[in-house]
């Protein structure tokens, strides 16, 4: 049974494909309400509640939090990803309703219509005072040209408006195609009559419009901001407000939200609304669904495509990647129980089909399944990367056209303080994930169960007694592999059993003179 928690405020419409499933259980309350937050495996937020380390610490079965929005700056990324609780927003669910309240937000901006709705509620008739500017011809300067910016500037060009934008990862083609400008940041500033912004808030973009990029704008610029508090420096805005230089502000967002102490809306020229951007029955619906079918996706085990700390996948890409990744995870697994020693570095190479494919992703399998036995927390492919930086472990992933007569290989390289390990493993069409070699001795069995992985002396008896130690305590041996690199020389043997070996048993083969080592494997 999955617990999912549903703690603000979404459309139970949308929630739908969550519904009516015995094996789903739907609780909507708040956090605060909520005295059991340990036994939910999922949570769907919009902006109110604060997903925070502290949360998420309580959340102990959690794996997936959603947002039903764009925005996840309300949601601690770095404290999810090290708990290796996947992130999930809804990209597109509202992207139109917040392009559609920006202008509406831009045109009463220039036409006053707020302050003149209130006068004529006032039984006033003050036609002289609200003289307005049309948008026709006006030059829009956009900041940051995304989805909402990009919907933005389709409007502003039936409005007959001149288009220019800012954004640094904009291609020149994608300009081209929109038909807008794109330009530098101080030449938007120059060129605008009216700037609005539509960026994430990050380090870069806090404060993007601030006392010295206001002051490069033209005499009588309008500005909006309908994304993220804090883009426009509120309190560097006043004094460009108080001389006249910024003719108008709307805000849908602010610094702190509700802004209770804002001294920027005792000005007659601000208009705001309370962060109404995505605020339409049809965002809602759409953003709720979105979310709601990607947790029921992830839940059951199948891709998500809008992670924001997990490589997006595709069902067709996920499902060519499934085997490699469950294969690489295996490969971990063993390879670090095989290796008991600090580890430096790690190589993933990849060769033939494996080598067109998501291969981060395929990485972080053999990351979560090498880290499993050395870490005492939960590690997934969300937070495998993470976890093996903080170890000061170095990764890196290479691509070879040596495919060893397999049609997809996959070598694993393990740097550690005293002596590296190398592992290789190919994936079988209708056969399976086979490993086929290990420190450069040849050998092909399926990773999976209870193993005993053995270096030994290639002379003749040593099979006998391992046989016979093993036939002494009552095991049966399931299958069993050999390999050497020439006739005499060092050998491996790798066995499997139906169930896992005890300790005694493994000390006693350690014991013999022509058994170099003895490692148990649990896969
Ligand atoms: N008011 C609301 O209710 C509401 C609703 C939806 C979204 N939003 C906010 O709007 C913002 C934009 O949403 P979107 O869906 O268009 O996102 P998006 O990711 O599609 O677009 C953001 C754009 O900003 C650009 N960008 C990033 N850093 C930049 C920088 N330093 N300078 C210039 N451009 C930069 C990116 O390249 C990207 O093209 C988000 O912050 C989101 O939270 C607000
Ligand atoms: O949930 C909301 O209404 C706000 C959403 C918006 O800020 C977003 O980032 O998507």
């Known amino acids: 049974m999955y617990k999912i928690l549903v703690a603000d405020a979404i459309s139970s419409e949308g929630l739908a494909p969550l519904l009516g499933h015995d094996t789903i259980q739907v609780v909507q309350k708040k956090v605060s309400e909520v005295d059991d937050l340990a036994t939910y495996d999922a949570l769907l937020v919009r902006s109110a509640t604060k997903v925070t380390d502290e949360l998420l610490s309580q959340m102990t079965n959690v794996k997936i939090v959603a947002r039903a929005g764009v925005g996840v700056d309300n949601i601690d990324i770095d404290a999810a990803t090290k708990r290796g609780v996947i992130v999930i927003n809804a990209p597109n669910g509202n992207t139109i309703s917040t392009a559609e309240h920006t202008f509406a937000m831009m045109a009463s901006l220039v036409r006053h219509i707020p302050q003149a709705n209130i006068s004529v509620k006032s039984r006033e008739w003050n036609r002289s005072s609200f003289v307005g500017t049309e948008l026709y011809k006006k030059q829009l300067g956009i900041i940051g040209f995304g989805r909402i910016g990009s919907e933005i500037a389709k409007r502003a060009k039936a409005f007959g408006m001149g288009v220019h934008v800012f954004d640094p990862f904009l291609t020149a083609a994608r300009a081209e195609k929109l038909g807008v400008n794109a330009v530098e940041l101080e030449q938007l500033l120059a060129v605008a009559d009216i700037i609005t912004v539509h960026t994430p808030l990050t380090k870069e973009t806090k404060g993007i419009l601030n006392a010295d990029t206001l002051s490069k704008t033209k ?12 883009i426009i420096d509120e309190e560097a805005l006043i004094p460009f407000l108080q001389s006249g230089h910024v003719k108008g502000v709307a805000l849908d967002v602010f ?37 709601a079918q990607e947790v029921l996706n992830y839940l059951n085990g199948n891709p998500v495509s809008s992670s924001i700390n997990l490589p997006t996948l595709s069902k067709d890409v996920f499902e060519k990647i499934h085997p490699f990744s469950s294969l690489t995870k295996k490969m971990g697994s063993l390879l670090s129980q095989c290796m008991k020693e600090p580890v430096q570095d790690i190589t993933v190479t990849y060769g033939g089909t494996v080598a067109d494919l998501e291969t981060t992703y395929i990485t972080r399998g053999f990351l979560s399944g090498f880290l499993q036995h050395r870490v005492d927390r939960s590690v997934n492919e969300v937070n495998a990367s993470m976890i093996t930086k903080e170890r000061g472990i170095t990764f890196g992933e290479r691509f070879s056209n040596e495919t060893e007569g397999y049609s997809n290989v996959i070598k694993v390289e ?6 590296s390990f190398t592992l290789t493993g190919t994936y079988v069409q209708d056969y399976g994930p086979r490993i086929v070699n290990i420190q450069s001795f040849n050998i ?4 999976d169960g209870h193993l005993l992985y053995i ?3 290639d002379k003749p008896g040593v099979i006998g007694r391992v046989g016979k130690i093993l036939g002494d305590h009552d095991v049966n041996i399931a299958t069993m592999q050999v390999g050497r690199k020439q006739k005499g020389g060092e050998a491996i043997m790798m066995l499997s059993f139906d169930k896992s070996l005890d300790e005694a048993i493994v000390q006693r083969l350690q014991a013999f003179d022509d058994i ?5 494997i649990n896969l």
């Open 255 to 291: 610094e702190v939200e509700p802004p209770v102490s804002q001294p920027l809306l005792e000005f007659e020229q601000v208009i705001a609304t309370p962060h109404l951007g995505a605020s339409t029955k049809e965002a809602q619906l759409n953003v709720a669904e979105d979310v």
């Open 414 to 419: 393990v740097r550690g303080d005293h002596s």
């Open 455 to 457: 270096r030994h002396s």
């Open 219 to 230: 005499k009588g610029v309008y500005l909006l901001n309908c994304a993220r508090g804090g």
């Open 516 to 520: 170099v080592s003895v490692r148990k």
């Open 444 to 447: 092909d069995f399926y990773p």
